[in-house]
């Protein structure tokens, strides 16, 4: 009996730490039990366990996408404009372009760490390895290492262990899906800037800061300049 009571009391707090609002109930299949859990689900998209299942596996995967992508979006930028290195076009969506150049693509502007010239041996070199980091993921397996699991591998994968403790590693989870969540808007944004303005984030930014009464979104919403 006491069991059970623990069992409730355990429930009834992790469904009202899931809650996005003390004014709304999340649905019964919200539990809290996954990280980034606040029990909104407005459409029902999760209603069935394995689109559930499905959706959450995207989702991590796309925030760890978009956290690297906004990163090496505006670090090239800063580096550009603190002088630190120089990379002959330091805009994202403009960067690329320079592997059709003569000189070719140095990454990071450093000739010695990456120097690309050929896309299709970039696109072929993409292609292989991702292929077979995608199959161990889905595996749960690679080389050497068995029963890992698809979204949180550690072992080989986490060389700093930080999954060691249970609680560290819980907490990590939702830090994660937080910032991922965070970075995926900004990426999202980091596109509309480049379509209405044709330029980078971090120079939309000192824009901003300059004049930021002429340079904002409502300023800008009615000229709308496509590249």
């Known amino acids: 009996m006491a069991s059970m009571m623990m069992k409730t009391n355990v429930s009834v707090a992790t469904k009202a730490a899931s809650r996005v609002s003390p004014f709304s109930n999340p649905p019964d299949y919200l539990t809290g039990e996954f990280p980034g859990d606040y029990g909104w689900d407005t459409a029902g998209l999760s209603a069935d366990p394995e689109t559930f299942k499905r959706f959450r596996e995207t989702e991590v995967i796309h925030a760890r996408w978009a956290l690297l992508g906004t990163l090496g979006c505006v670090t090239p930028e800063i580096l550009e404009r603190t002088g630190a290195s120089s990379f002959g076009e330091a805009v994202w969506f403009k960067a690329g372009s320079q592997i059709f150049a003569e000189g070719g693509l140095d990454y990071l502007g450093n000739a010695s760490l990456i120097h690309a010239q050929s896309i299709i041996a970039i696109l072929a070199f993409q292609v292989v390895v991702m292929s077979q980091a995608e199959s161990f993921r889905a595996a749960g397996e690679a080389p050497g290492v068995e029963g890992l699991d698809s979204l949180y591998p550690g072992g080989p994968f986490d060389p700093l262990n930080l999954a060691d403790d249970p609680d560290t590693f819980a907490e990590l989870k939702v830090k994660e899906i937080k910032n991922g969540r965070l970075a ?33 979104g409502f300023a800008i919403a009615t000229k709308f300049t496509p590249l």
């Open 184 to 216: 995926m808007f900004s990426m999202f944004g980091f596109y509309v800037q480049a379509i209405v303005t044709g330029k980078g984030p971090i120079e939309n930014w000192a824009d901003h800061i300059e004049d930021p009464f002429v340079n904002n």
